[in-house]
């Protein structure tokens, strides 16, 4: 039905915003790509969502931690975990939703030369007051235990270098 799949720049974009238009895009049958994840957005203080996230990352099966629930680090791996709670994902149509969703952190070489698009409606910019706080996914994600941030940081600046 829909020929190409939208790549997606997240940068400075609101999570639970934005992934809520990407769960309805990805049920009515639309491919999306999400690049720039450690650059997404969250309100509230970092500190706060670094105590949320800690909460999270605590619950596990008190009998065999190995069994799960299973709290990825990746800044991707939480977008993607966040869409999926916004879909029927145990459904049939649920997976097919969710095997048309590739996250990555960066911009990959394959999405790189695509023109990337933003979603308005999940801007910071436009949903937040400018005094009110806001934390940044990959840092909150590198202070819990994701070790990439440096990672991916040195090679989005060899990226912006390269298409300059």
């Known amino acids: 039905m829909f020929e190409k799949p939208i790549v997606i720049d997240c940068r400075g974009h609101l999570l639970g915003r934005l ?3 990407i769960a309805k895009q990805l049920l009515s049958g639309q ?9 997404i957005n969250i309100s509230g203080s970092h500190y706060r969502n670094k ?3 800690f909460e999270k990352y605590r619950k596990h099966t008190n009998t065999n931690p190995k069994r799960g629930p299973f709290h990825f680090r990746a800044p991707s791996r939480i977008l993607f975990h966040t869409v999926r709670g916004m879909i029927p994902h145990k459904t049939f149509r649920g997976k097919q939703a969710m095997a048309r969703l590739k996250v990555f952190e960066g911009v990959p070489p394959p999405y790189d030369a695509i023109k990337r698009v933003v979603v308005p409606d999940a ?3 436009m949903r937040l007051k400018g005094q009110r706080r806001y934390a ?3 840092r909150l994600a590198s202070e819990t ?3 990439h941030y440096e990672l991916v940081q040195r090679l ?3 990226r912006k270098v390269k298409s300059e």
């Open 51 to 53: 105590l949320k996230f």
């Open 19 to 21: 992934c809520s238009v």
């Open 156 to 158: 989005e600046a060899a």
């Open 31 to 39: 491919a999306i790509v999400a690049v720039r994840c450690e650059e």
């Open 136 to 138: 940044v996914l990959g």
């Open 145 to 147: 235990g994701w070790k």
């Open 123 to 125: 801007l910071r910019v």
